[in-house]
Nanobody
């Protein structure tokens, strides 16, 4: 069964950091580009960062310079290192992959940035 499982969310103060992880089943991870999205109530889902199987990355302007996406192909895991967090980064964060004609999503992990 295809699975994506995110972890690492939590409550952090403004200016703090968190590292999110998303472990994928090998079938959908290998050779595919992985993405991180977030969703805030009342807003559209936002694509934050992407990483190809050969480690090329792309970022949205809203997180460029603060967030870093990486992947460990041996562990079928993609990461999102988030630094200098702001209250507006509060959201549910999801990883995503497109594989053989379908989009797959994890259950999401809540990140709350508040003092």
């Amino acid at each position: 069964q295809v699975q994506l499982v995110e972890s690492g969310g939590g409550l952090v103060q403004p200016g703090g950091a968190l590292r999110l992880s998303c472990r994928a089943s090998a079938k959908i991870f290998s050779g595919n580009t992985m993405h991180w999205y977030r969703r805030t109530p009342g807003k559209e889902r936002e694509l934050l960062a992407s990483i190809t199987s050969d480690f090329r990355t792309n970022y949205s302007d809203s997180v460029k310079g603060r967030f870093t996406i990486s992947r460990d192909n041996a562990r079928n895991t993609v990461y999102l290192e988030m630094n200098i967090l702001k209250p507006e980064d509060t959201a549910v964060y999801y990883c995503n992959v497109y594989h053989e004609g379908d989009y797959y999503w994890g259950q999401g992990t809540q990140v709350t940035v508040s003092s």
